[in-house]
């Protein structure tokens, strides 16, 4: 049988290490949330939108600091929140930064065109089949979004909602990191 210290009972003690460990949780509970808020956190990819890149069920790892550090850059796949809050099943859209502030975007013969230019795109395996749009330019604090998947009505993105405000980007998709045989960087 162990001895209690000088000055303490037994109850006392235990009382003081039970407050200890609480406060423990508390701090702990507190950083978790910090970080997640802030920093990091992992998600999950719900549908078809970003295939080939991105496929249902692969978990990312999302740099939340990227928001507060630069702007997204044409190529950058990001998480933002539904601007039009249709999406259904999920609050979130991840999707490929196609367009920034001051580009001139528009869709013609099934392609993408930024700045009057063909945009070669190795991340997609078909032509936009959703048509075409005539050419907007993207406003400051704003860019222009599409999902990988061009397949006709596979991706609800820019074409639909128009421009995102960079208040809406959650993070930026910076790995792959479930399951771990797709474990790579974006």
């Given at each position: 049988m162990t001895k209690a210290p000088a000055g303490q009972t037994g109850p006392k003690g235990l009382g003081r290490e039970i407050w200890e460990w609480f406060k423990m949780m508390v701090m702990a509970t507190i950083v978790v949330t910090l970080v997640h808020q802030f920093l990091f956190h992992v998600s999950a990819v719900k549908g078809g939108s970003m295939q080939p890149t991105l496929h249902d069920g692969e978990w990312l790892f999302i740099n939340k600091a990227f928001r507060y550090l630069k702007t997204p850059e044409r190529g950058d796949i990001i998480v933002l929140r539904?601007?039009?809050?249709?999406?259904s099943g999920s609050s979130f859209l991840v999707k490929r930064v196609v367009a920034v502030a001051g580009d001139e975007v528009h869709v013609s013969r099934g392609k993408l065109f930024v700045n009057g230019e063909e945009t070669v795109e190795p991340y997609t395996d078909s032509a936009i089949q959703d048509g075409r749009?005539?050419?907007?330019?993207?406003?400051?604090?704003?860019?222009?979004?599409?999902?990988?998947?061009?397949?006709?009505y596979a991706s609800n993105d820019s074409r639909s909602f128009g421009t995102v405000s960079?208040?809406?980007?959650?993070?930026?998709?910076?790995?792959?990191v479930w399951?771990?045989?797709?474990?790579r960087s974006l």
């Open positions: 539904s601007p039009d809050g249709t999406n749009f005539e050419p907007l330019t993207v406003e400051e604090g704003y860019v222009f979004v599409l999902g990988d998947n061009r397949r006709r960079l208040k809406l980007v959650v993070g930026r998709a910076e790995w792959i399951p771990v045989r797709q474990w």
